[in-house]
Nanobody
Framework: QVQLVESGGGLVQAGGSLRLSCAASGRSFSSYGMGWFRQAPGKEREFVAAISRNGRNTYYPDSVKGRFTISRDNAKNTVYLQMNSLKPEDTAVYYC????????????????WGQGTQVTVSS
């Protein structure tokens, strides 16, 4: 099992940027595919981004493609989510997650979750 701790959330104006970080501890970080999800009040948790174990492959839904970038530094046991051109509809709690497989894009793929970090985008 891997433990995950997110940071970097906050309040930003529409059009602004934030960079989320997720620090991992426990078993070998590089053996996990990593992902980011978000959950807005009253809505289901939704997939935001995923990255393969070696960082060479990434995947995004259309809602964030071109605005969000996921990356990882296996030497630092950290995965990042760079969020640009933020919109009010991006407001949510953002969760980091780890998958025992190389790849994942649905909640069921991920067995370890962080506690989440709040991102609020004002209009």
């Amino acid at each position: 099992q891997v433990q995950l701790v997110e940071s970097g959330g906050g309040l930003v104006q529409a059009g602004g940027s934030l960079r989320l970080s997720c620090a991992a501890s426990g078993r070998s970080f590089s053996s996990y595919g990593m992902g980011w999800f978000r959950q807005a009040p009253g809505k289901e948790r939704e997939f935001v981004a995923a990255i393969s174990r070696n960082g060479r492959n990434t995947y995004y839904p259309d809602s964030v493609k071109g605005r969000f970038t996921i990356s990882r530094d296996n030497a630092k046991n950290t995965v990042y989510l760079q969020m640009n051109s933020l919109k009010p509809e991006d407001t949510a709690v953002y969760y980091c997650a780890a998958a025992s497989t190389n790849w994942g894009s649905v909640i069921a793929d991920f067995g370890s979750w962080g506690q989440g970090t709040q991102v609020t985008v004002s209009s």
